[in-house]
């Protein structure tokens, strides 16, 4: 996983981003495997279901909560990191596994009557807001201000002020355009919700 630092930060989100789509769909069949009943007779509901407030209301809402996944992603990156492992990485890490629990369990607010109708959605929406939280990943991942060698931190090795944090020109290209996967995704799904 060292690798991850030495490579251009398009290369780490690649890497970023195809691991996190191999934990999820990984993670989703298992829970899809585990919860086949979640699947079976599920009632249809209207369209617009759940949406209050119309399109602006619910598109601030899902980007507000998108967004706050991708600040704890960018501050877990930014102030720790022990060996190659930052608090960033894990919340990575964990929105794989929820996504794809969740998903594979059908345990939506609005469950899906078909397999096949939520992995439209997720490409609609999911394949989405997982590349802006893979991206806001991969372009932070090497600025950590606290470095220690392992964990727990007896001492860090690495110390630096925010002041001295410089984001090259891919990786603002890279925020720049987890920026816009947001918009997409949080845009698609109002309007989907909304109706």
Not at 3 to 10: C, K, T
Not at 14 to 25: D, I, S
Not at 112 to 128: C, D, E, H, K, P
Request: positive net charge; glycine residues 10%.
């Amino acid at each position: 996983m060292e690798y991850l630092y030495r490579v251009s930060p398009g290369r780490r989100t690649l890497f970023l981003w195809v691991g996190l789509q191999l934990l999820l769909w990984s993670v989703f069949l298992i829970s899809f495997w585990t919860h086949r009943g979640a699947w079976q007779n599920v009632p249809s509901v209207p369209s617009g279901f759940g949406a209050e407030g119309g399109f602006v209301a619910t598109l601030l809402f899902i980007l507000s909560r998108n967004l706050l996944i991708c600040l704890l992603i960018v501050a877990g990156n930014i102030f720790l990191r022990f060996g190659w492992f930052t608090p960033g990485l894990a919340i990575l890490i964990l929105q794989g596994l929820g996504i794809g629990w969740l998903a594979g369990s059908n345990g939506f607010e609005v469950p899906f009557a078909s397999v096949a109708a939520a992995n439209m959605q997720y490409l609609r929406i999911g394949l989405w807001e997982t590349t802006a939280y893979a991206i806001a990943c991969g372009a932070t991942l090497t600025k950590s201000l606290l470095i220690a060698k392992t964990f727990p931190a007896k001492t860090w090795d690495e110390q630096r002020a925010l002041r001295d944090i410089r984001f090259e020109k891919a990786e603002k290209a890279l925020l720049l355009a987890g920026g816009l996967a947001l918009l997409v995704a949080g845009s698609i799904e109002a309007w989907f919700l909304v109706g």
